[in-house]
C-alpha cells in the first residue's frame, strides 16, 4: 500500500519568508515517482515537479526547491522568498505500478500575507 | 499549450440522477484517469483506463461508477444513481509513456453538487 503524509495542514507566513512544505511518504515499489501540485484558489491542479526514485539530486527552478531523501523518505518543497501568490493548497503526491495512478497527501494550505 | 478539458465546469445534479462527466483528454496521451476531490479533502484517484479497459480502480469506484471512450477523443465518467456524497470535484487527467517527466495534466474539474 502506499501512502503520502504532509503533516502540515496549514502554514502561515509573511511575505519575503521562506518556507519549507514537508512530505513523507511511503511505498514498497523500489520504482517509483514523486510529485508536487499547487491548488490555487481556482481550483485547478497545476503540475510543479516529477522526480523519480533513482535520482536523488536536488533540484532548484527560480524561487521552488526540492529536497528528495531515500533515507528518510522525504520529498520536501521549499519556496524561497514567498509571494502573495504562492498563496495556495500544496499537494505531495506519489506514483508507482503499472498504471501509475497518483496517491496524493491531504495537501498544506500555505497563505502569505503581504 | 495542449490541454484536457472538461465539461461542465459545474452540474447540479438531484440525488438518484444519472450524470455524465465528460473530458478530451491531450490527443496523443495514452493513459487517462478520474479522481475525485471532497471540498477541502485530499485528490483521491477513482480510475485508470488504457487500451481501451479499465487499468486499476480505487474501492470508491463501485458498480454505481463507470467509464467510457466512446469515440477515440472523449473520456466520460457516469455515475448512475448519484448520493449526496457524490458532491465533489472530478479531475480528469491523462498522461503517457515517454512523458511522465512532464506530468499528468490535469483538467480544471467539474464540480459535480448532488442535492
Redesign the interface.
Known sequence: AQKVTQAQTEISVVEKEDVTLDCVYETRDTTYYLFWYKQPPSGELVFLIRRNSFDEQNEISGRYSWNFQKSTSSFNFTITASQVVDSAVYFCALSSGSARQLTFGSGTQLTVLP | EPEVTQTPSHQVTQMGQEVILRCVPISNHL?F?W?RQILG?????LV?F?NNEI??KSEIFDDQFSVERPDGSNFTLKIRSTKLEDSA?Y?CAS?TPGQ??????????T?LTVV
Not at chain 2, 511522465?100 to 474539474?109: D, N, Q, V
Open positions: 493513459y484517469y479522481y479533502q485530499k485528490v483521491e484517484f485508470s488504457y487499468s486499476e470535484m479531475f498522461g511522465w517527466s512532464l506530468g499528468y495534466t490535469f483538467g480544471s474539474g464540480r
